[in-house]
């Protein structure tokens, strides 16, 4: 069941041009078009700047697109506004567990900060035993409650970060790098335990991360940004084992496999990734694809329609 739609979805900043310069626009992302499934997660990966944390402010309303609309459940959260249901329905886990919780602020208080603001009606008692029996949820214990922030650990504060977003019951949520900031044995707990929670809450995550390993295991489908656009987007399958774009051929050649037998050949993208201020006429990837032709200079790809979509002139195959 389709639970999030987004349809040409575009975000555009205005920049200052400098001194009697006129203001020029960076566009973050170009026309964002993606359904994520009841259940499922959807990774977004691609490198930094390629647009991954715009749509997850975007998706989670913190901020408006310039153009497009996002449906929950087939209803336009645009034209709805900003309603309670649409606020609680999709939360944010963020990536550094440092700075996202108040050093000031007690454990307890963090976690029923979203219930207050919110404006959920429930009873002091209630959502104290809510925030306590949450924290048992994501394996602390419930006397954390009056505790502060730098008590605990890396991992242990992105655990608080996980109940927090947890305490308004969502449906969808967000994780933006929710372990690149933790050291590589504390990862796999965190996975886990954001595996655990997905079934026991059934909750939908669309997961941003630049580490195609973790994604292959963690993720069911994928969708490759460049440059503020779609350029791939598939099964995990799909898109690992036969990869359309060129660019994502390029990504998971420089991602290591456990199985010393199986040799790939790692490519190496030469030239820098264009300014978002001046994008590339034609395919955005032209400047640095060893296969670009010259249509791939003046036109450019549209992203396929088929459940296995890509956004190429000449597109690889298996
Ligand atoms: Fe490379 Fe051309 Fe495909 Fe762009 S459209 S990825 S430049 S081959």
Redesign the pocket.
């Known amino acids: 069941m389709k639970i999030l739609k987004l349809n040409n979805i575009s975000k555009d900043y205005n920049v200052s041009g400098g001194f009697l310069q006129p203001n020029k626009k960076l566009k973050a992302l170009s026309n964002i078009t993606l359904e994520i499934q009841k259940g499922e997660t959807l990774a977004v990966v691609g490198e930094s700047g390629c647009g991954k944390s715009t749509l997850a402010r975007i998706i989670t309303m913190i901020e408006n697109p310039t153009q497009g609309e996002i449906f929950l459940h087939g209803q336009s959260i645009s034209s709805l506004g900003m309603s309670k249901k649409n606020r609680t329905a999709i939360q944010i886990v963020f990536q550094d567990p440092y700075g996202s919780l108040n050093p000031r602020q007690k454990i307890g208080d963090i976690l029923e900060e979203p219930l207050i603001i919110n404006q959920i009606h429930l009873g002091k008692i209630e959502i104290e035993k809510k925030a306590r029996s949450m924290l048992e949820k994501v394996g602390l214990l419930p006397e954390h409650y009056d505790r502060y922030p730098h008590m605990f650990s890396g991992g242990q504060r992105q655990r608080i970060a996980i109940a927090r977003a947890l305490m308004l019951n969502p449906e969808i949520v967000v994780l933006d790098e929710p372990v690149s900031a933790l050291d590589l044995s504390i990862q796999s707990q965190i996975l886990n335990l954001l595996a655990d929670l997905q079934n026991q809450f059934q909750l939908t995550y669309l997961f941003i991360s630049h580490d195609l390993s973790i994604v292959r295991h963690f993720a069911d489908r994928v969708m490759v940004m460049y440059l503020g656009q779609i ?1 791939e987007e598939g099964s995990i399958d799909q898109v690992f084992q036969n990869p359309k ?3 994502t051929k390029a990504l998971l050649s420089a991602t290591p496999i456990a199985d010393p037998s199986i040799k790939k050949e790692r490519i190496r993208l030469t030239g820098e990734i264009p300014s978002p201020l001046n994008p590339p006429s ?5 400047n640095r ?5 010259d ?3 003046i036109e450019k ?1 549209l992203l396929t329609k088929e459940d296995h979509r890509s ?5 690889l195959s298996k």
């Open positions: 350029v774009h060129p660019y034609g395919c955005s990837f032209h694809c060893w296969l670009a032709q249509i791939c200079k790809p956004s190429c002139h000449f597109p």
